[in-house]
């Protein structure tokens, strides 16, 4: 088949390196990228068009003659990308611009879960710093201040600290990105492990993959900032055994259900954010594209051609499927960040040592920021430069191989999580909300 991939980061370079190793049970595909990064570049064709412009998008693929579009990040979602290429009759997985809203404006993604009697936890939207005091002080810490828009991982703070939780919101409002009318969202505090679940839909149908658990904070032990992620792993020993069934009939299902009512149908993977609390499960987030680094790890599990999943997804026929088989293993990535992130990033490091990396059993170097310098060198550009993903037999050997990996690259000034794992690989509940 002829797939084209949106997008640049790990997550787009770990699903070209699962359609490109697909071969030979669907038959060899034709793969290309927009933009790409080098990584990707050595497994498919990677062409210069902005993934933000629908336009450029559909015309290539239409020049490429491209059966199916996937479409990674969210930004292009959001900007309309997919109902550009779907207009142009091309099947495309990732949904319209107005189903991405579940991730674009977390009010809207508040609105849909109470219409579908979702559980999350409660929430107050505010336009005035006022409204947030009175909102936070209603709570009571530690406080949760959402900026409403699309953050990348950032916009949130999470925190004891009353006047940081109110500098926060300050700076949202301030945030000229956001328009005219800049929201904020404060949020109830949920304890509890974090489950990151990819539930693919076609508009009706909902397969759910398998669960993945994110380090969002940049530091060990969770401290720092959030992240866009800093490592994964799956699966979660630790979890309920019918806590995936729970989340497509309590959550997921009843979404995309209420999605289809409001005539704008998700055709995708809602990403579903889980907090396992002590009051139940609830949701943190919805997302609507694959989350990036815990993709890295659920597909290098997933035995099933992953085309075939996109596809069905994307042509509403995920009810044919057959049940979705997996690898009986453990998988566990650790993000080589850059110096700086996630705050100021240095750009321009040389980057050596991925493929003394990939020559250790079960692992595999995914590129995010990383580009080609004038000179022909591999160097940063960008705040999560790469992905070392492991396999094994169990989280513990995952872990092991996937630091091993790390120990090659050589990136000056980069940090990485030495905790990816650590609690869940030695028989414990893991990643409990701070
Ligand atoms: P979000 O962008 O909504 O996924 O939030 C980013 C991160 O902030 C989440 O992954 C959690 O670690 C944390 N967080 C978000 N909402 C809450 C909440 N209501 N209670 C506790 N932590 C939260
Ligand atoms: N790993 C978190 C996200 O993709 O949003």
Request: proline share 6%.
């Amino acid at each position: 088949m002829k797939i084209l991939v949106v997008g640049s980061g790990a997550r787009e370079h770990a699903i070209i390196h699962s359609l490109a190793q697909e071969t030979p049970a669907v038959g060899a595909h034709e793969l290309h990228a927009a933009p790409g990064n080098p990584g990707i570049a050595e497994l498919a064709t990677v062409h210069a068009v902005d993934a933000l412009d629908g336009a450029a998008v559909t015309a290539l693929a239409q020049q490429l003659g491209a059966e199916l579009v996937v479409v990674g990040p969210e930004a292009p979602l959001v900007a309309g990308v997919a109902d550009a290429v779907k207009a142009a009759g091309i099947a495309v997985f990732g949904p319209s611009a107005d189903a991405a809203r579940l991730e674009g404006s977390k009010a809207f993604a508040k609105d849909v879960m109470a219409a579908a009697e979702v559980p999350t936890a409660m929430a107050h939207v505010c336009s005035t710093v006022d409204q947030v005091a009175e909102a936070i002080d209603a709570f009571g810490p530690p406080y949760v201040v959402k900026d409403d828009g699309l953050a990348a991982g950032k916009g949130v703070v999470v925190t004891s600290d009353r006047v940081e939780a109110l500098e926060h919101a300050q700076a949202c409002f301030a945030n000229p990105d956001r328009g005219g009318d800049p929201r904020v969202v404060i949020e109830e505090f949920l304890d509890g492990p974090e489950v990151s679940l990819f539930c693919i839909s076609d508009g009706d149908t909902v397969v759910p993959l398998a669960p993945a658990q994110d380090f969002k904070r940049a530091f060990d032990a969770d401290a720092g900032p959030n992240t866009g992620g800093m490592g994964a792993y799956s699966p979660l020993p630790w979890a309920p055994p019918g806590l995936v069934d729970e989340v497509v009939a309590r959550v997921a299902q009843p979404t995309i259900d209420e999605m289809k009512a409001r005539g704008i149908p998700f055709v995708g993977v809602l990403y579903v954010g889980l907090a396992l609390t002590s009051r139940g499960t609830r949701v943190i987030e919805f997302n609507a594209r694959f989350g990036d680094p815990e993709t890295q790890v659920v597909l290098s599990r997933l035995q099933t051609p992953l085309s075939v999943l996109l596809l069905a997804a994307a042509t509403g026929t995920l009810a044919e499927l057959p049940r979705l088989r997996w690898a009986d293993s453990a998988a566990v990535t650790v993000v080589v960040a850059a110096n700086g992130y996630p705050s100021a990033v240095r750009s321009g490091d040389p980057i050596t040592g991925v493929t003394e990396a990939e020559r250790l059993e079960g692992v595999h170097v995914l590129h995010a920021g990383t580009k080609v310098d004038d000179d022909g060198h591999l160097v940063s550009a960008g705040g999560r430069v790469l992905s070392v993903v492991a396999v094994g037999e169990d989280l513990a050997e995952a872990r092991r191989r996937a630091y091993a990996g790390v120990d090659q690259i050589v990136l000056p000034g980069s940090h990485h999580r030495t905790d990816i794992a650590a609690a869940a690989a030695a028989g414990q509940t893991a990643g409990t909300l701070r």
